[in-house]
């Protein structure tokens, strides 16, 4: 294996593997669920062979057996004849085999520069099938990115002993030149649907302390989603009131549900990472230049501003469509006015900012963000990370996100929450066995 910072197995009894996931049977639920699950997705578990009448097959020659499969996420060890045995495990194994030449890294340039490639069935997936026990932690990538990026953060916290039985991954991909404002509407969309789908008499208190985590552009929509608006971006676009815009319902529904947002009542704690609050100095004319004749927008919202600019005379400030890049050009008026506005009360926020040199992060930058850009007044907490911008890779923030999580649960966070060197790493259980670690992906740049 490769690209990941660690391996995790545990020897034992049994051959472990890399299962596919199907949903059993018709009908509208495995319907949803097909869309929850991608379709390369695989899952670690170990099949074991038990023996009927062993000595006797062998005396006959028939010998008879039946094989059982147990997933690695919720069986570590096994009963046979009263004690209980470790089963072998490849949890990485199995999360490095889906990741090899899969297509989730051609959508990174392809949902970045043209919205008319479908990323997926729906915008929020997960990593296993629902489990009412387990609190949602919802991973949401930059710009230019995909789900793939947060391979390590998921090999190392769904093998943490304290949080594997607790937490599952949800991740949320989309075209990620659309417009903020657009792709936030969707995440909003995608998590209230999923959520009701789970549990709609809002009887499982786990689906009401969600936590969500976004890197880059990922943090602007998680920020959105702790939000209330008001009418602050309709705003911040023309003066004419919203009610008395002329339009087609289904071109105000887009707009309305685009420009106003309320905070969801179920997410309860964000952590940013590198995330460009106002906005990316990178972002200059030149490069916007080149985009603008690169990237394409969805139909949908061309079409609808065009019919709003004529339907409306003299609405003013809605002639343009701004991508995702220039969203975050700073002082433009997106990130003026996400960044003037204060998040939920209720909700704890995190920041996790890398910087690229030493000493006090004021001044300084990831390559992409500077600082002044990443950070936000009273936060819970900010950890600085000494990284390039593509920083969910590194151990630090690897454990700054574990630390946060533990907090959340009410998991006490001891040495374990400490930074160590890099040693070698076993699944957590019985008679684990050690390996070395696979290359660190900043020594060996490749995609696990």
């Not at 910072?5 to 097909?34: C, K, M, T, V």
């Not at 003066?239 to 319902?249: L, S, W």
Request: include cysteine; aromatic fraction near 6%; glycine fraction near 8%.
């Amino acid at each position: 294996m490769r690209g990941f910072l660690n391996r995790y197995r545990q020897a034992g009894i049994g051959a472990p593997l890399a299962a596919e996931l199907s949903p059993l049977g018709e009908g509208p639920e495995a319907e949803a669920a097909r869309k929850r699950i991608p379709p390369r997705l695989k899952v670690p578990v170990t099949a074991l062979v038990r023996f009927a009448d062993l000595s006797d097959g062998v005396a006959g020659g028939h010998i008879r057996g039946h094989v059982e499969i147990f997933p690695a996420d919720s069986s570590t060890t096994v009963e046979i004849e009263g004690r209980q045995v470790p089963l072998e495990l490849e949890s990485t194994a199995a999360l490095a085999y889906q990741l090899e030449d899969a297509p989730v890294w051609d959508t990174e340039l392809g949902g970045f520069l043209s919205a008319l490639r479908p990323l997926s069935p729906e915008g929020l997936v997960m990593l296993r099938p629902y489990r009412p026990s387990r609190m949602p932690v919802v991973l949401i990538h930059g710009t230019a990115s995909s789900p793939a990026r947060w391979a390590d953060i998921v090999n190392e916290l769904q093998n943490d002993p304290k949080l594997r039985d607790r937490i599952d991954f949800w991740l949320f991909t989309y075209n990620t030149s659309n417009p903020i404002l657009l792709s936030a509407s969707d995440l909003r969309v995608s998590l209230r649907r999923l959520i009701h789908e789970l549990d709609p008499d809002r009887q499982n208190p786990l689906l009401r302390q969600v936590v969500l985590v976004g890197h880059s552009q990922g943090g602007l929509l998680a920020r959105l989603m702790v939000t209330d608006s008001g009418t602050r971006f309709w705003t911040a676009v023309t003066h004419m009131p919203f009610e008395k815009i002329q339009a087609t319902p289904e071109t105000r529904a887009l707009l309305e549900r685009s420009m106003f947002f309320e905070p969801l009542p179920f997410v309860t704690r964000v952590v940013f990472v590198a995330t460009p609050h106002r906005g990316s100095f990178r972002v200059s004319s030149f490069m916007l230049g080149v985009l603008r004749r690169l990237i394409t927008l969805p139909v949908t919202v061309v079409a609808g501003i065009r019919e709003v600019a004529a339907r409306n005379r003299g609405l003013s400030g809605v002639d343009g469509i701004p991508n995702a890049v220039e969203n975050m050009r700073p002082g433009q008026r997106f990130v003026r006015t996400l960044s003037a506005s204060p998040l939920a009360a209720g909700v704890t926020a995190h920041s996790i900012i890398a910087v690229r040199g030493a000493g006090p992060p004021a001044g300084q930058n990831d390559g992409v963000v500077t600082y002044e850009s990443a950070h936000v007044d009273g936060v819970a907490s900010e950890k600085i990370v000494r990284s390039e911008h593509s920083v969910q890779g590194k151990p630090e923030t690897i454990l700054e996100l574990r630390r946060i999580l533990y907090e959340h649960l009410g998991i006490p966070c001891g040495v374990e929450c400490e930074v160590p060197a890099r040693v070698d790493a076993a699944m957590p259980g019985a008679a684990s066995a050690v390996e070395k670690p696979a290359v660190g992906m900043e020594n060996h740049p490749q995609r696990p």
